[in-house]
């Protein structure tokens, strides 16, 4: 597997504009995970799916932000309308996680991240 | 929710000293306690975990300890080397979302 696939790598946009993240996870992996990273926050989640549907969106930080999973190889993270303080490295992780019983938690894979800059 | 605090931020230490990262966690909740390393640039990957229902593990040079009762977690890097510099992070979860701590900056000095 090519692993957990992000897009754009980089992103650079103005105050205002629209960015749209993508991501394709590991094929079989039942969890993906947006997280935020910046250096005074360090890793921030701010939603996660399982089978495709949102289970905890509370990382969120405002209705500018906003994710969908329309089936199990695709995931978007859409900010409308950009600011400034949105810049940061956005990573798509995926893992697979044993049902409830049978012990074993799974390893959280990461994308290369998508770098945005707000100007 | 989960709330993780990480000691260290900063650690330089001289090639082949030992090295120790220390994590406290909120949730008593918490079984799944992973580290990963995150090189300049790099995304973080999965260098070792422990689960609840056991104290410590080995993998060659890296160990982590678990104390439950007093919720805190450790990672132990033995006989240091230039290519161990990274930022480090604990994690923990009960919940499949891991929550990380701030990450510590281990600089090994040649």
């Known amino acids: 597997d090519a692993g957990v696939i992000q897009s754009p790598r980089h992103e650079v946009t103005e105050m205002g504009q629209e960015v749209t993240l993508r991501c394709k996870p590991i094929?079989?992996?039942?969890?993906l995970f947006w997280y935020r990273q910046t250096m005074m926050r360090g890793l921030e989640l701010l939603i996660y799916?399982?089978?495709?549907?949102?289970?905890?969106d509370s990382g969120m930080p405002e209705d500018r932000f906003s994710a969908k999973m329309p089936n199990a190889s695709f995931s978007t993270l859409k900010i409308q309308p950009s600011e400034p303080r949105d810049s940061a490295v956005y990573f798509c992780?995926?893992?697979?996680?044993?049902?409830?019983?049978?012990?074993?938690?799974?390893?959280?894979?990461f994308g290369e991240g998508s770098r945005l800059t707000v100007l | 929710g989960e709330n993780v605090e990480q000691h260290p931020s900063t650690l330089s230490v001289q090639e082949g000293d030992s090295a120790v990262i220390k994590c406290t966690y909120s949730?008593?909740?918490?079984?799944?306690f992973p580290w990963y390393k995150q090189e300049l640039g790099k995304r973080p990957q999965l260098i070792i975990d422990?689960?609840?229902?056991?104290g410590e593990k080995k993998d060659q040079r890296i160990a982590v300890t678990l104390n439950k009762t007093a919720k805190h977690f450790s990672l132990h890097i033995t006989e240091t080397q230039p290519e161990d510099s990274a930022v480090y992070f604990c994690?923990?979860?009960?919940?499949?979302?891991?929550?990380f701590g701030s990450g510590t900056r281990l600089q090994v000095q040649p």
């Open positions: 992780a995926s893992s697979f996680w044993a049902k409830k019983g049978h012990g074993m938690a799974g390893e959280l894979f």
């Open positions: 949730d008593s909740a918490s079984n799944y």
């Open positions: 799916f399982n089978n495709n549907v949102p289970i905890d």
């Open positions: 094929s079989g992996h039942d969890y």
């Open positions: 994690a923990a979860s009960e919940e499949r979302a891991l929550t």
């Open positions: 422990i689960r609840s229902n056991v």
